[in-house]
Every structure is written in C-alpha cells, then in structure tokens.
C-alpha cells in the first residue's frame, strides 16, 4: 500500500509539473524586441521621429518626421535604433503591409530636405508603401525646390513613389484626418511623452512574466527532482527552503500582476476620462498584448500552485514519518532501558526499611517512567492518526504502533511482579521486624526486672506474672513454623534471607528458651515459701550496703526524660538508664550488663543503617530529580538563563559522593551490622574517600550564591512537585555537610558502649579522623576566601592553623613616630600558619545573607618560615606573643584572643621549626657521613616518633592535626614522660647546649629555654585553667578523697587545690574527687576548637600536652554556616 500511495503521489506531481512547464514555456517563447524603450529612452525623447498610431487607408502605419532642426547632426547609430524600434512596434501583419512616411519639412531649406529623403531612404529598416514629403512654404525655397526636385529625380529613385506635397490638404488626400496629428492638421489625439511612458511600463512587464515564468521553471524543475530526505533535519530544512523559495515566487508573481493591471489601467486612462473617445490602433494592440500576459501569467500561478500543493503535502507527510521514525527509535530506546533496569532490580530488601525504601524506589521509579511509557502511547496513537489520514506510510507506520504498544504493556507487567515480590518480602520482613522486636522487648523486660524484688514470694509471683503475660502476646509476634514459612516465600527467599530467617527463629528460640529458665527460677522463689517466718530486723550496715532506689522512684526519673527519646532510640535509653541505675544496687551479672550494651550498640548500628540508606535515597533524589531533569530537554524551557552549564556549580560533586555511598560505603556497613562494635574499622578502611565532602563544602558558597539568584525558577518549583517534596532543593543540598557531621556523634555514641570490646581502638581512632577532616574543611574554607596572593598556596605546604588576631608591628627600619604609632595601634590581622610560611590577611566587612556573610580574606603580606623566630611571653598580657623576622628586624606583637589559642599557636609554630631544625641536622649528619664515605645515615634521636610503636606512628602521620586523638601519643614509645611534681620543664633535650639568657628562639638556631621558664624562676608545675579536659593516665595513687577515673574519660575542673592537684567533675559518671594536674589533657569547651599537643619534635624532652585551640571562635564560621546551625558546645568538633 506504501507503493501504491506514494506512486500515485508521483504521477499526480509529474503531470502537473508537465502542466506548470507548457504555461511557461509558452511565455517564454514569446519573441520581445531587440531593443527596448528603456534602452533608447534618451534617443526616443529627441522626437525626430514618431510612431501616432495612425493608419493609412489600407492599414498601413504611420511614422512622421516632424520639422527637427537639427535632423541632420542626429548621428546615424542614433537613427538606426530609432528607426528599429519604431517598426518593431507594430504586429507583424500590419508591418508587412508596409509603412507610410510622413516628412515635414515646411520650415526647412531644400538642401535639408533631399538630405534628409535620401538619409530616409538609404537606413530604413522596413517595407515602405509610400514617403509623403511636405516641402518648404517660402517662395524662393518653394520655386528652388520644384526646379531642383525635376532636375535631380534620379537621385530619388527608390522602391516607393516620393510625393512632393506643398501643403496640409494635399496631405489629406493621402491619409485621413483622424489618423493625422494635430500639427499635420489632424484629429489624433498623440503625446510622446506619454506613448513612451507606455512603452517603456509594456516592455517591463513583458520583460518580468518572462523572468518569473522563468523562475517558475527552474524551481518547479527542481521541486520535481527532489528526493525525500532520511532524517528530521534535512527533511525540515528542504521543507523550509523550499517554502521560501515558493513564498518568494508566488510575491513575484503577485508583483507582476499587480505591474501588468496598472499597465492596462493606464492604458486605459484616455477612455476613462472621456468614454466617447476611441484607442487607435497601437495602443489597442499593446492593451491586447497587456492582457495576453496577464492571462498567461494567471494561467501559470494556479499550475503552480497545484503542483505546490501536492509537493508540500509530499513532504509534509514525509516530515511526519521522520518525526515519527526519530520519536519512535528515542522512545523505544527508553522503554528499553527501563526494561533493562526493572531487570536489575532483584534486591528483595534486608530489613523492613529497607524494603520500604525499594518500595518507594519501585514506585519513583514507576512514576519517572510513566512519562516515557505515556509518550510511547501517544506515539502510538500519533501513528494511528497518521494512518487514518492516508499517510503514504502505512506499512511502515503500523508496525511500529504495534511494538510499542507489546513494550508498554511488557513493562507494566515487569513492574507489577516487581511490586508483587516486594509486597511478599515486606511482609516476610514485618513477620521477623515483630519476631525481633519481640525478642527485644522480652530482653528489656528480663533486664528490668530487680532482682533483690524477686526474691521475695510476692515479687516472684508479680514478675512470673509479667513473664506470662508477655508470652501470651507471641502468638501473634513469634515465628512459629520455620518449614511453612520457607514454602510460603520460598520466591523471595535469598541464601543471605534464609541465614536471616534463621538468625531471628534462633534468637527466637533462645529467648523463649532464657524466658523458661527465668519461668523456673520465679515458680521456685514464689513455692519455695510455705511455712511462716519469723521475721529478723535487719543489721545497719545491711541496709547502708544495698541502698537499691524503689521501682517508683526508677518510673519516675524515666517519665521525667525527653519525650523524644520515645521514638526510635527509646528502648536502648531506657535500657541504659535501668542499667546504670541498677548496677550498684541490684548486682546485675556480668553477662545481663554486656546483653544490654550489645543490645545499644545493635540500636546504635540500625540508627546508623537507617540513616545511610535514607541518606543516599535523598541524594538519589536530587540527582535524578534535579540534576539530571536539567538536560531534559522537555524541561529545557523552564530553566532560567542564569542556569544554563551551572549544574556543576549548583551539585557541586555530589555525584561522586552518592557513588561513594551507595557503591562502597552503605554496603560494607551493612557487613558490620551483627558485629557493631567493629564498624570503626569500616570509617579507618575508607578514610580517604571521606575527602570528597572537602571538596564538596569548598564549593558550597558558589552553589548557594546561585541557588538565591534562581530559587524563583520555575524549574525547580516543577521538580519539587514532581518528587512531592515539602522542602526545597537548598534543604538538600545541605544533607552532604549534615551528614559528615553526623558520624561523629554516631561515634561517640558507638565508643560509649564499646570501651571493652575488641573494637574500641579503631572508634576512637575513626572519631578522631572523622573530626580531623571536618577540620581540614573548616581550614580549606577560610583558604579559598584568600584574595589577593599572586602565588599558589599550594606551594606553602599543609595549612596548619588559622585565625584572627590583634596584631602590632615594630620594625627596626622605619620612622620614630611610625614606630611609636605601631605600638599603640594594633592591627585586626587574621593568621594563616602553612608548613612553610604564615600569611597575615585582613579580613573583609560580611555582606549579604546566607553563604554571602562568609568572610573574604584580603592578602596583606608573608614571613618564610626559614627565617622566623618567636618569643612565647610579652611582658603585661598572658595572651601576646611576638613573631619576629631575620633576626627581629621586623617583629610582630600578635594577641590572641584567649591564653589557650596563644599556646596553641606557640605549640605548633615550635612545632613547625623544630621540624626544620632537625631537617637541617640530618642533611648536615649526611654530609658530613658523605665527606667521610662512613655508614649511611643513622635513625633519628630519641625524640623522633619513627622510634615508637608501628601502628602509633602511621596513625601519626596519617592525622598530624586530629584534633582528639591524645590518647594515641600519650601511649606512643616514642613520647617522654610527664615531669615529676614540683620540677620545672624545658624545651629542649640538650639543656647543655642552651644558654639561658635568651627568651625566643627560631629554627635558624639551637632550641634554647623559653622566656617563660626564667619569668617565672625556672620551676614550677604547668599552669591549667578552668574549663573541659581529657584523663590521659595517672601513675600514682591518689588520697583517700582521691577520684577513681579512667583513661579517656572527660572531667570539668571546678576548684584548684594544693601541690598540684584539682578538684574536678567526672563528666563521665557524674562523681567529683581530686585528681593531679599531669594526668589531664585539655579539650577546650568552644565552638570550632579543638585540643592539640606538641609533637616530639617540638618538645624535645617534654611531655606535657599544652592546652590550644585549633583557630579563634571566628574560624568555625563557615561550617557552622553550612550545617545551617551553630555547633553545640558539647561537640567540640563541630566546626
């Protein structure tokens, strides 16, 4: 049928083009005069001769020579084409007839007169009939010219008789009036002005239905040979050129005849103004030919017009099939790849959150693809439509209809045994959900119950009766055949969910099984009773011993807790203050104590499974939601121009973090989730993946300054309710910086119940990364907001500390009053310390709101480290220290804004030329073994960390910034010990060589003692101040007021006390006693800082760990920014 149609299509078009082609043709053909009016319009102005339109008696034209004075100097080209011309004018019928010509020469001499009939003669182009010669009226030219036109006859033979007329009448014997003009003595009404305007206006137009039929031609010719495109573009660009192409034929051709109708109208003009006057012959003549073009020009527009019409339904219909065709192959590819991806989805779920997280996938999923499945109905339908509509196609169409309408329903059938299935494993998994939360909930009320109550008859009785009570709701809670439930979801049923099955029947059986012991043990304790007992009076000291707090009183604190903890942390909260609360008082086993903090540490892990599969379900969303809906091009015309290449710029790297999550780091969590104790070595294992989310809160400000800009579009309105969010997108975007805080309480919370198990190192040692790199985002952040440092930053090394400070300068080159004014003036700088330099930079006004109140940095000036030098103490201020430069030819007072940020940065600026010290020791011991040819470089000095344990130094240099992680050094080989009480301390493991009459000191010499030690007579314990601190060991036993605490536990100093001890706060256990000072590390209570210590590089010989801070309460800004919160106190790592 496809053959058929289009093969009609062709014959209708070839007959018609044939049809277009003879119309043109036949115009075309059309003989036009050599020469134009338009060409000798200046010659024919001259008016030396004329064509009136009169006739002679046999139809003869006319042609008049009037009196032209200057006839003879007209030159002969001149003559020739006027004289062409004129007989041109007239048909070929009346020309063959022959022409009458008519010479006045009244007012001429006789000697121009037989000049100008012999030049007459001689050039004349046509047939002549006859020459009418009125000659000259003066009597003596008269009389002259009888006499000389007798005697010279001969030299006017021509073909035609030459009649001599002496006046007007004798003219009108020849020719009638009313074909004479009126200076012959005639009636014809003749302007030669306007006879040319005529002239000129006819040959134009037949000049222009020649050009256009023409025109017509070759476009109907190529029109004819066009071959159908095999694409949509080149298809369309045909159409659309050739519809120009038309468009300017068809103006063309209303042009021309809107030229030839006003040709005729003039024409026309005489007889409008005066009806009873009548045309003369030529102008009769060039109305007929007017309206011959004109009928012919018709003619030939509606051929065209046919033709162009079945042309353009031609390629029309052909457009449509490539439309279709390329509709086809992109939907058809679509409902392929989702057919590719529901074939994917074979997870049936882990958990019953995790099933509902499928669910609601499936069912996102569903929603995406029903565009793509409604666009391949539609398509279908289209296609049917064109069918109906006697497409040419239709073979071709019809299949394709089919085909997608067996895809859609393939796919919808896909979907629905997906859903089927995880509609099957949901349930499965609420059967185990209820099995394990029964299993829990028996183990809560076993761990709850005291056991000093269930020795008594009526206690016994009281808690088989809660016993009993709670077996009788597992009827509907507990599996009850395992065999049953293998047939019934056998479909479902993977190797790793038939190993879950038979975890949760075991820990099923096992409970049940610890329920009937409980049951035996009570129906004991409450038989056991039978006879009377006389009752005893209990000692004192008994009842001093076992001051166990009542059940009421236990209620009480509990209902007095948050009403948050209710929902999902409730149980192991409860679980751990019951525990807590018990432990002194009822003597709880070891083994109930170690159930119930296995069971928090269970909570804790499915807190943090939770959250993960919730979190990369979120980015999930943003990505396919937002991101990959902004290369839509459906949704291209919603997308402001603000918008356009910014994808980048608004996600940031957020890709490569859900890639992150989803591909590596959900997945070995969940490998943790039976032994949650060791998931810290899952954060260690995957550590510096985590640096992606410095990148991603680098760009942060940039992603939020653009989200302000276009929050308005209405592109990201658009996506929002497709994905029925209540939030907004910024809300998302904030997740990522969320998130990385996150873990860090998940953490401690993990740490708290993990101490004694095998696990509790590698916790710590993750805190610690986890808030070592939310520190590193917090120092890049203020790095990026430097402006103004022509040289990469890169280049100074690792960033080490920053923040603000008061600053003044006293240089020893300089102006008096300049220097005088520095002293008092201070400065408002904010520090950059990198390996290799320290950066001062004045911080910039906050403008704007959001992320546009993030400080800038403007670069002010440098200090290589090399050339450096410090003095700890400035005499009048414990918070100044002084930084000076090539031998303190330029010092800088610098005040920090608390004692402990100034020791920090003294501590880690030691730190730093230390370093540089020892380096230059061991290239100066290399050279000199070099000199020598002795042995290779000997290992490092003592102090050098290289020499401790293996483990404790590559965590070390692994974290050389984490900010909490003390314990790691204080247990280190390599580290000295604490000084001994009363005796002073100093900087350096070679007092020998350190005189003491210098109070700073710089890598460019050898370290000596501090200012510090002789400002305060060299002796002395460390100095501490109130606030949070961190147990690091004690080696000696305390008095009998002495606080009993443990390595690593945090204690609030409340009093200072004598020879060196405080009373201090367990904030732990909550108890308070008297500790001494050099077992304490200080963790500052303030937003953004965090605890540091001096290296063994930098302490040489010391031991003691300096209270600092890791930057000024400004420097936790930016990431406190990000989280859309301010940092708690209580999370000293928040940044």
Same mark, same amino acid.
């Given at each position: 049928m496809t053959l058929s149609l289009l093969s009609l299509l062709s014959r209708d078009l070839s007959r018609l083009w044939l049809r277009l082609k003879t119309c043109t043709d036949e115009i075309m053909h059309q003989d036009i005069s050599p020469l134009c009016a338009a060409d000798i319009q200046d010659q024919l102005q001259k008016c030396f001769a004329y064509l009136s339109g009169g006739r002679g008696q046999d139809g003869s034209p006319v042609i008049t020579f009037p009196d032209y004075p200057a006839f003879g100097e007209v030159p $002969?080209?001149?003559?020739?084409?006027?004289?062409?011309?004129?007989?041109?004018?007239?048909?070929?019928q009346d020309a063959g007839i022959g022409f009458i010509l008519v010479i006045d020469r009244r007012q001429d001499k006789w000697t121009s007169v037989k000049a100008s009939v012999l030049r007459i003669a001689a050039s004349?182009?046509?047939?002549?009939?006859? *020459?009418?010669?009125?000659?000259?009226?003066?009597?003596?030219?008269?009389?002259?010219? $009888?006499?000389?036109f007798r005697f010279n006859r001969d030299d006017f033979k021509m073909k035609v008789p030459v009649i001599m007329l002496s006046s007007v009448p004798e003219l009108h014997g020849y020719i009638d009036k009313s074909q004479l003009t009126e200076d012959l003595g005639g009636t014809l009404d003749y302007c030669h002005s306007r006879w040319l305007c005529h002239r000129t206006a006819i040959e134009s137009f037949a000049l222009t239905v020649k050009q256009t039929a023409q025109t017509l031609q070759v476009f109907g010719t190529e029109l004819a040979e066009t071959e159908l495109p095999n694409d949509v573009q080149s298809t369309s660009s045909v159409l659309f050129a050739h519809t120009e192409k038309r468009d300017r034929a068809k103006e063309d051709m209303r042009l021309a005849l809107d030229e030839g109708q006003s040709v005729l109208e003039s024409l026309r003009e005489p007889l409008a103004k005066s009806p009873e006057q009548s045309l003369n012959q030529d102008q009769l =003549?060039?109305?007929?030919?007017?309206?011959?073009?004109?009928?012919?020009?018709?003619?030939?527009?509606?051929?065209? %017009?046919?033709?162009?019409?079945?042309?353009?339904?031609?390629?029309?219909?052909?457009?449509?099939?490539?439309?279709?065709?390329? =509709?086809?192959?992109?939907?058809?590819?679509?409902? $392929?790849?989702?057919?590719? @991806?529901?074939?994917?989805f074979t997870d049936v779920g882990n958990s019953l959150a995790h099933v509902e997280h499928l669910l609601k996938d499936l069912a996102s999923f569903e929603e995406k693809s029903s565009v793509a499945v409604g666009r391949a109905r539609a398509l279908s339908l289209e296609g049917e439509q064109l069918i109906s509509h006697k497409h040419y196609a239709?073979?071709?169409?019809?299949? @394709?209809?089919?085909?997608?309408?067996?895809?859609? %329903?393939?796919?919808?059938?896909?979907?629905g045994r997906r859903r089927a299935l995880l509609s099957q494993s949901l349930e499965l998994h609420g059967l185990l959900e209820a099995s394990m939360r029964w299993c829990d909930e028996g183990i809560y009320l076993l761990a709850s119950q005291p056991v000093d109550k269930c020795q008594s008859q009526d206690g016994a009785e009281a808690a088989l009766q809660e016993i009993e009570k709670f077996l009788e709701t597992g009827a509907e809670n507990k599996i009850r055949e395992l065999s049953r439930l293998y047939q019934d979801y056998e479909p479902i049923l993977t190797p790793e969910l038939r190993e879950h099955v038979q975890k949760v029947f075991q820990k099923q059986e096992s409970m049940e099984e610890m329920f009937h012991r409980r049951q035996a043990s009570l129906k004991k304790l409450a038989a056991k009773q039978t006879r009377p007992v006389q009752p005893v009076a209990p000692r004192p000291e008994a009842l001093t011993k076992s001051p166990c707090p009542s059940p009421g009183v236990r209620r009480g604190s509990e209902n007095h807790s948050? %009403?948050?903890?209710?929902?999902?942390?409730?149980?192991?909260?409860?679980?751990?203050s019951e525990m807590s609360e018990g432990r002194p008082g009822r003597g709880s086993s070891t083994g109930d104590e170690e159930e119930s903090l296995a069971i928090l540490r269970r909570h804790v892990m499915n807190e943090l499974l939770d959250t993960e599969r919730v979190y990369v379900e979120e980015l999930l969303c943003v990505l396919e939601g937002y991101a990959a809906e902004m290369e839509n091009p459906l949704m291209t015309h919603l997308i402001s121009t603000g918008l356009h290449n910014k994808k980048d710029v608004l996600f940031g790297n957020m890709e490569e973090i859900y890639h992150f999550h989803n591909r590596i780091f959900l997945r070995e969590l969940e490998n943790y989730k039976d032994c949650p104790e060791l998931v810290g070595r899952c954060f260690l294992e995957r550590m510096e993946e985590f640096q992606v989310y410095e990148k991603y809160c680098q760009n942060k400000p940039r992603s939020e300054s653009l989200w302000r800009q276009c929050a308005d579009c209405p592109f990201f309105q658009e996506c929002q309710r497709k994905l029925d969010h209540k939030l907004s997108l910024d809300s998302y975007l904030l997740k990522p910086v969320q998130r990385i805080t996150k873990y860090q309480l998940l953490l401690k919370e993990m740490l708290k119940y993990s101490k004694n198990c095998e696990g509790a190192e590698d916790l710590q040692e993750a805190l610690s990364s986890i808030l070592g790199i939310l520190k590193a985002v917090n120092d890049s952040m203020h790095l990026i907001a430097i402006t103004g440092y022509e040289g990469n930053l890169s280049d100074l090394g690792k960033l080490l500390m920053q923040g603000?400070?008061? *600053?003044?300068? %006293?240089?020893?080159?300089?102006?008096?009053?300049?220097? $005088?004014?520095?002293?008092? @003036?201070?400065?408002?700088?904010?520090?950059?310390?990198?390996?290799?330099?320290?950066?001062?930079?004045?911080?910039?006004?906050?403008?704007?709101?959001?992320?546009?109140?993030?400080?800038?940095?403007?670069?002010?000036?440098?200090?290589?480290?090399?050339? *450096?030098?410090?003095?700890?103490?400035?005499?009048?201020?414990?918070?100044?220290?002084?930084?000076?430069?090539?031998?303190?030819?330029e010092v800088y007072i610098v005040q920090a804004p608390t004692p402990e940020i100034k020791a920090a940065w003294v501590s880690e600026i030691r730190k730093v030329l230390t370093s540089q010290l020892q380096a230059c020791r061991e290239a100066s011991q290399h050279r000199a073994l070099e000199q020598s040819h002795s042995l290779p470089l000997p290992a490092p000095a003592s102090t050098s960390p290289s020499k401790g344990n293996t483990r404790n130094i590559k965590k070390l240099e692994e974290r050389k910034t984490d900010p909490l992680s003390l314990e790691g050094y204080v247990s280190s080989t390599s580290l000295p010990r604490p000084p001994e009480k009363g005796r002073g301390w100093s900087r350096t493991s070679h007092p020998s060589e350190a005189p003491e009459d210098n109070d700073g000191w710089s890598s460019a010499e050898e370290p000596i003692n501090s200012s510090d030690a002789e400002e305060e007579g060299g002796v002395g314990l460390r100095k501490l101040v109130p606030g949070k601190y961190t147990v690091t060991g004690l080696d000696e036993k305390g008095g009998p007021d002495a606080l009993a605490v443990r390595s690593g536990d945090e204690v609030e100093l409340v009093q200072e006390g004598d020879e060196g001890l405080w009373y201090v706060r367990n904030l732990t256990s909550g108890a308070e006693g008297w500790v001494p000072a050099r077992g304490l590390s200080s963790l500052l209570d303030q937003p953004g800082s965090a605890p540091s210590l001096s290296s063994?590089? +930098?302490?040489?010989?010391?031991?003691?760990?300096?209270?600092?801070?890791? &930057? +000024?309460?400004? &420097?936790?800004?930016?990431?406190?920014?990000?989280?859309?919160?301010?940092?708690r106190p209580q999370q000293p790592a928040d940044l």
């Open positions: $002969d080209k001149e003559f020739q084409n006027v004289m062409t011309y004129l007989t041109s004018v007239p048909s070929l004349f182009p046509a047939n002549l009939q006859l *020459v009418l010669v009125l000659r000259p009226t003066g009597f003596f030219q008269r009389t002259l010219s $009888d006499l000389a =003549d060039s109305q007929t030919t007017v309206q011959r073009l004109l009928a012919q020009l018709n003619e030939t527009e509606a051929a065209f %017009d046919e033709f162009w019409a079945k042309h353009q339904q031609k390629l029309e219909q052909c457009l449509q099939l490539r439309h279709f065709e390329q =509709d086809f192959r992109e939907v058809k590819a679509a409902l $392929d790849a989702l057919a590719q @991806k529901i074939a994917t239709v073979d071709s169409i019809r299949p @394709k209809c089919h085909e997608l309408g067996h895809l859609c %329903d393939q796919f919808a059938a896909d979907v948050s %009403d948050g903890s209710a929902t999902r942390r409730g149980p192991y909260r409860r679980a751990k603000s400070f008061s *600053v003044w300068t %006293d240089h020893k080159k300089g102006h008096a009053k300049v220097k $005088d004014l520095a002293r008092f @003036k201070p400065m408002q700088r904010h520090l950059f310390l990198h390996e290799k330099a320290v950066l001062f930079c004045k911080r910039r006004e906050e403008n704007g709101e959001g992320y546009e109140k993030a400080p800038s940095y403007s670069y002010k000036q440098s200090l290589n480290m090399t050339a *450096v030098g410090i003095t700890e103490n400035v005499k009048g201020d414990t918070r100044k220290f002084e930084i000076w430069y090539n031998a303190r030819e063994p590089e +930098s302490s040489a010989g010391s031991g003691l760990l300096s209270a600092s801070s890791s &930057c +000024s309460e400004s &420097c936790g800004a930016p990431l406190a920014e990000l989280q859309g919160e301010r940092p």
